[in-house]
């Protein structure tokens, strides 16, 4: 139980495009996804919050115009990277919480590549 | 505000020599406390948690972490390392509180086994 995946797991892109990423819980419902951004050989940087049904809570520093973040429905949350540059190139990480607040279950990532 | 500490960034041991990771927080509240383990280009993997209850955690492909609020310590542990261990860590704190559950992640700590 408790399946996060996502969608792509990898995209290569032009830089002025934009991409969207989807990340889904398989077989639970989650208010809350987490959209996290890992650069090579570092840790893990929370981007947004995302609560089902409100606008997502970005954390410093993050663009909320280059990274959209929807999340439609209690399974399904959406990253929309937005006139992708080259720095862009990252590895796009996101969890969902499931029935305990505090567990987040991850997804296996999705690697974008701006060329 | 939480934060976490992994004292060392690489980590290597022989085969069947003794796994000792170190983890240290920092937490305005009692935490709840997570270690990840991460292999390439894949998403995290939860191998063991504490929530407040026994202070000596057991969790999966037999590591082991014991909460010490004296020493603000989580260090994880595992007696005999196999190669399958080699991966990179994650210690994470996430504060008690209903709502988001934001986590705060370590550095990271690569582990290389040798054979």
């Known amino acids: 139980g408790a399946v996060v995946s996502q969608h792509p797991s990898w995209v290569i892109c032009k830089s002025g495009t934009s991409v969207k990423i989807e990340c889904r819980s398989l077989?639970?419902?989650?208010?809350?996804m987490f959209w996290y951004r890992q650069f090579p050989k570092q840790s893990l940087m929370l981007m947004a919050t995302s609560n089902e049904g409100s606008k997502a809570t970005y954390e410093q520093g993050v663009e909320k115009d280059k990274f959209l973040i929807n999340h439609a429905s209690l399974t399904l949350s959406t990253l929309t990277v937005t006139s992708a540059h080259p720095e862009d190139s990252s590895f796009y990480i996101c969890s969902a919480n499931g029935d305990r607040a505090y567990e987040q279950y991850f997804g296996p990532g999705t690697r974008l590549t701006v060329t | 505000a939480q934060s976490v500490t992994q004292l060392g960034s690489h980590v290597s041991v022989s085969e069947g020599a003794l796994v000792l990771l170190r983890c240290n927080y920092s937490?305005?509240?009692?935490?709840?406390l997570f270690w990840y383990v991460q292999y390439p280009n894949q998403g995290l993997q939860l191998l063991l948690k504490?929530?407040?209850?026994?202070?000596l955690v057991k969790g999966i492909n037999g590591f082991e972490a014991e909460f010490k609020k004296s020493e603000t310590s989580f260090h994880l542990t595992k007696p005999s390392a196999h190669m399958s261990d080699a991966a990179e860590y994650f210690c994470?704190?996430?504060?008690?509180?209903?709502?988001?559950?934001?986590?705060?992640f370590g550095t990271g700590t690569r582990l290389t086994i040798i054979p």
């Open positions: 937490s305005s509240v009692p935490p709840y």
């Open positions: 077989d639970f419902q989650a208010t809350t």
């Open positions: 504490y929530t407040s209850a026994a202070t």
């Open positions: 994470a704190v996430s504060e008690k509180d209903f709502g988001n559950e934001k986590l705060t």
